[in-house]
C-alpha cells in the first residue's frame, strides 16, 4: 500500500505536492500556518492535522515548501517541533549554504533529512515532465523514493546536500542563458522586419544544435585538453566582433554580445587562441574579472 505522507507548507507548490500525493493513494497529512488553505485537499480526501506536532507525527516521510529557508527554520528548525525519527525532505528554493545549515540542524533534532530542488510548475507536478532534484544520504532517498516518485521524475543526486541547488542554479544559467541569446537575436531582426515569430523556429533549430556539442565538449573539459577539432577560439572571435558590431550598427543593446567577447577575448590573451571553445571553462572558473 502507498506509505502515508505529510505535506508541510500549502502554498501554490505545496498544494500541487500534496495533491499529486493524494492522486497516487498515498495517505495525506497536511498543515499550513494559514490553515484554510488546507479546505481543497481535504475535500480530495487529505487529512488535516490541527497541530504541527501532529502533521509531523502523522506519518515517517514529511515533505516541507514554504517560502524560504528562513521559514523553514523558523517553523521547523527553533520552534522547538519534534523531529526525532523523522525524514524531513524539503523542497523550499535556497542555495547550496542554507541547504547544509538546514541539513545540520535537522540532524541535531534527529530528524533525517533530504534537501531538494524542484524544476518545474506547480501544474506539472505528477507528471513526469516534473523534474525534482534531492542531494543527502542515498540510504534515506532510497527509502522514500517510491512515494517522492509520485511528484515526477524524482533523481537523487548525492550526500552532499548541497546538490540540489546547486544543479538547480546551473539548470537556471542554462535556462536564461538561451533565452537572453534568442532574445538579442529577436531584437537585432525585428530592425529590419523580422518578427519574432519568423525567427523563432531557426532559433530553436541553432539551440537544439549546440545542444548536441555539449557531451564531446565536456570530454574536453574533464580531459583538460581542447585541441580545435571544429574552430579555433581565435576564429569564433572574429565572429564575436561581428555580433557585436552588428548590435551597435543596429542601435540594439550589445552587453551580452560584447560580454561574450570579453570572455573570449582573455582566454586568447591568455594564450588560448589556437585552442577549440570550451578552454573558456578556465575564464568561467575563476572569480569575475579575475
Ligand atoms: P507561496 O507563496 O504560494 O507559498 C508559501 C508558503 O510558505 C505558504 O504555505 C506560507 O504559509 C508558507 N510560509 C511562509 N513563511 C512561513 C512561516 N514563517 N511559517 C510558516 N509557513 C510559512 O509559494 P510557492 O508555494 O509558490 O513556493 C514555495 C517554494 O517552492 C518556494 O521556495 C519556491 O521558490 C518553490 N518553487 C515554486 C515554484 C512555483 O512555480 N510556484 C517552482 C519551483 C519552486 P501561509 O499560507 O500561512 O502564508
Known amino acids: 500500500a502507498p506509505a502515508p505522507v505529510t505535506v508541510v507548507g500549502l502554498g501554490l507548490m505545496g498544494q500541487a505536492l500534496a495533491g499529486a500525493f493524494l492522486r497516487a493513494g498515498h495517505p495525506t497529512t497536511v498543515w499550513n500556518r494559514t490553515a484554510s488553505k488546507a479546505d481543497q485537499l481535504v475535500a480530495e480526501g487529505a487529512r488535516r492535522a490541527p497541530t504541527l506536532g501532529e502533521a509531523l507525527g502523522a506519518s515517517p516521510l514529511t515533505v516541507v515548501c514554504l517560502t524560504d529557508y528562513d521559514a523553514v527554520r523558523d517553523l521547523l528548525g527553533t520552534s522547538g517541533a519534534d523531529l526525532d525519527g523523522t525524514t524531513l525532505v524539503n523542497l523550499t528554493s535556497g542555495d547550496s549554504a542554507q541547504a547544509r545549515e538546514a541539513a545540520r540542524w535537522a540532524a541535531k533534532l534527529g530528524a533525517r533529512y533530504l534537501d531538494g530542488a524542484i524544476m518545474a510548475i506547480p501544474s506539472a507536478i505528477g507528471t513526469a515532465d516534473a523534474v525534482i532534484l534531492h542531494s543527502g544520504p542515498a540510504p534515506d532517498f532510497a527509502a522514500h523514493e517510491p512515494t ?47 518578427d519574432a515569430a519568423t525567427y523563432a523556429p531557426f532559433a530553436r533549430q541553432i539551440a537544439a544544435g549546440v545542444a548536441e556539442w555539449l557531451p564531446g565538449y565536456a570530454e574536453q573539459i574533464d580531459r583538460g585538453s581542447f585541441p580545435a577539432e571544429v574552430s579555433a577560439l ?11 558590431e552588428e548590435s551597435e550598427a543596429a542601435g540594439v543593446n550589445a552587453e551580452l554580445p560584447k560580454l561574450i567577447q570579453a570572455m573570449a577575448a582573455r582566454s586568447i590573451a591568455a594564450g588560448h587562441g589556437a585552442e577549440q571553445y570550451p578552454v573558456l571553462i578556465e575564464e568561467f572558473g575563476k572569480p569575475s574579472g579575475g
Open 148 to 194: 517522492l516518485a509520485a511528484l515526477g521524475t524524482v533523481t537523487h543526486l548525492g550526500a552532499d546536500h548541497g546538490l540540489a541547488s546547486l544543479y538547480d542554479v546551473a539548470g537556471l544559467a542554462m535556462m536564461w542563458s538561451v533565452l537572453n541569446a534568442w532574445l538579442q537575436g529577436t531584437a537585432l531582426l525585428r530592425t529590419v522586419g523580422v
Open 234 to 244: 581565435e576564429t569564433d572571435a572574429r565572429a564575436m566582433a561581428h555580433m557585436v
